[in-house]
């Protein structure tokens, strides 16, 4: 009876420990996996929320132009609208002028929707991350409680079965 009784709090204990070993690695799997995109997403948003707040980020948007071919679509988009001009005898005429600076403000504007949109989806990712974080500590929790359980669980039938 001693032996079922040694042999069933071990049981209980290994339970226990088990669940716990089980959260430990999911919290540490999950944290070591998931940080990079938390903090990539911490300081995507933070720096949309500067940049929106006019505190800096022009470097970074200068940058972003050059980076997807900004400066190529605007010298591509003033020949287009040099040679039309040009060619229709209006070269030095306002409507080139009108022309050209209605199509550097339209490539201005999509190109920092789409620098905003970048910054947007990391924010974003990292976000996901945090949820993601959520889940799998909620998941450790999970696993250790079962381990506690099943540790009582064993512990308690043991004791029953003896008194």
């Known amino acids: 009876m001693f032996g079922n009784l040694l042999g069933g709090i071990i049981g209980g204990v290994g339970s226990l420990v088990s669940g716990n070993e089980q959260a430990d690695a999911v919290r540490d799997a999950s944290r070591e ?7 990539t ?6 720096f949309l929320s ?9 470097q970074q948007l200068d940058a972003f132009n050059q980076s ?3 400066q190529f679509l605007l010298d591509q988009g003033r020949r287009g609208i ?19 600076t209605e199509f550097g403000q339209n490539l201005a504007s999509t190109q920092m ?6 910054i947007g989806g990391l924010a974003n990712r990292g976000a996901q991350s945090g949820q993601a974080a ?3 500590e909620g998941n450790a929790a999970s696993a250790q409680a079962q381990g506690q359980q099943g540790a009582g669980s064993v512990i308690g039938d043991l004791l029953g079965s003896i008194f």
């Open 50 to 58: 500067n940049f929106l707040m006019g505190q800096g980020g022009r």
């Open 113 to 118: 929707n789409n620098f905003l949109s970048q």
């Open 41 to 46: 997403g911490i300081q995507a948003n933070d």
């Open 134 to 136: 959520v889940t799998a």
């Open 82 to 100: 040099l040679g039309n001009q040009a060619a229709a005898g209006k070269l030095n005429s306002g409507a080139t002028g009108k022309a050209l």
């Open 68 to 70: 997807t071919g900004g």
């Open 33 to 39: 996996f998931i940080q990079p995109f938390a903090n």
